[in-house]
């Protein structure tokens, strides 16, 4: 089958591409690994538009709501693993399939950048987590590490400081970065502890984390902690991008009208190289590429 349109990745830029594809009666199929991207792993979010306050899953229900209410053939649990142009087509690989579109929109979004120390692969899924959204409540009464110090960090801070005993804060710089508000809130918790300047060398263990090896200025410690929140940052979800130009921290180069270097093949969202990283700005890069596509289409014809 051809299709007019892949969107590879549901997140709000993939998700809002979808709506505007369904209204414009394009002929797409969504590829995805999950539904929501980042922002279902989010906690509080006070600054999207229309929302005083709402949690990122609440926001995430409402998107894909919408999105639901249009049909469409929706793939999840399906991510691609290459994409490239032969002729006028572009063909989008996945474990499980090919398929063939006249246009493409990349909104793959990031993933978690990893610790890269001993112990880290071994004890992920085992009090090791990327998510205190998903996870944190299993950490109920614990002490637990949170490593990180920008907004991602100050979060999940704010997330376990409710629900942990006692929240180790591990931040490799000589102070916090962020959001003031939230910054302030994490230094003001009284079972919040702060270590600035240090470094997390390894986690321990035996059949379950059980601490960590930081090393401050003044010497090498272990904390004991039965969980450990990794919040060191996110890379671009584009390695399978193949020949789509991207800079060099990975992100996909497009202009102001969601264009790569290859003709038929935009991208929207945090995986570009666009300045801000906010679900807003990813929504609304969504819309744009998908309106792109379609005008794309319509002159290729």
Not at 54 to 62: A, C, D
Not at 67 to 92: C, L, P, W
Not at 132 to 146: N, Q, R
Not at 186 to 196: D, L, M
Request: neutral net charge; glycine residues 12%; aromatic residues 6%.
């Amino acid at each position: 089958m051809l299709y007019d349109l892949i969107i590879i990745g549901a997140g709000p830029a993939g998700i809002t591409a979808a709506v505007y594809s369904a209204r414009k009666r394009m002929k797409f199929i969504v590829l995805t690994g999950d539904i929501g991207g980042q922002a279902a792993w989010s906690g509080d979010i006070e600054n999207y538009t229309g929302y005083q306050f709402v949690t990122g899953p609440e926001l995430v229900s409402k998107f894909e709501e919408h999105m639901r209410k249009y049909s469409m053939d929706f793939h999840e649990n399906e991510e691609a693993t290459g994409i490239d142009k032969s002729g006028d087509i572009i063909n989008v690989k996945t474990r499980k399939g090919e398929y063939l579109a006249k246009a493409a929109i990349i909104a793959s979004g990031k993933v978690s950048r990893e610790l890269g120390v001993p112990g880290e692969k071994e004890y992920k899924n085992k009090g090791l987590t990327y998510c205190a959204t998903c996870d944190g409540p299993l950490f109920s009464g614990k002490d637990v590490a949170v490593i990180g110090g920008g907004n991602s960090a100050l979060d999940a801070c704010l997330q376990m400081m409710k629900i942990a005993r006692t929240v180790y804060l591990i931040n490799n710089t000589d102070s916090l970065g962020g959001d003031a508000v939230m910054r302030e809130k994490v230094q003001n918790a009284t079972n919040v502890k702060i270590y600035n300047g240090a470094k997390v060398r390894a986690v321990t263990g035996d059949k379950m984390v059980s601490g960590i090896t930081v090393r401050t200025k003044s010497g090498e410690e272990t904390i004991p902690v039965q969980g450990v929140f990794v919040e060191v940052g996110l890379v671009p979800n584009s390695s399978f991008a193949g020949a789509v130009e991207r800079n060099d921290r990975g992100e996909i180069k497009v202009n102001c009208r969601n264009e790569t270097n290859i003709p038929g093949i935009f991208a929207a969202g945090d995986v570009t190289d666009i300045s801000e990283k906010q679900i807003i700005i990813a929504a609304g890069e969504g819309s744009k590429a998908a309106l792109s596509a379609f005008r794309y289409i319509n002159r290729s014809r």
